[in-house]
């Protein structure tokens, strides 16, 4: 069996829940200690959802990245 359609699978039966009951959720990943260009990382979230992911930020500009679903 393929283990990315257990990987996407397992992910869309624990985030759909959330994405319908209308509660925010927010991703973060400390990249401090990485290089990181100025794009930053992305949030990819399988083949549901747009192709080159969604772009996390760094507001504040402490390493740690962060996007929220809503």
């Known amino acids: 069996m393929n283990i990315n359609l257990i990987k996407k699978t397992l992910f869309m039966i624990l985030?759909?829940?959330?994405?319908?009951?209308?509660?925010?959720?927010?991703?973060?990943?400390?990249m401090s200690q990485e290089d990181v260009?100025?794009?930053?990382?992305?949030?990819?979230?399988?083949?549901?959802?747009?192709?080159?992911?969604f772009v996390m930020t760094d507001d504040d500009q402490d390493g740690v990245w962060s996007y929220t679903v809503d």
């Open 15 to 30: 985030l759909c829940p959330v994405l319908v009951s209308g509660v925010n959720v927010t991703f973060n990943v400390d």
């Open 37 to 53: 260009e100025n794009e930053g990382p992305t949030l990819w979230m399988g083949f549901f959802w747009p192709e080159p992911g």
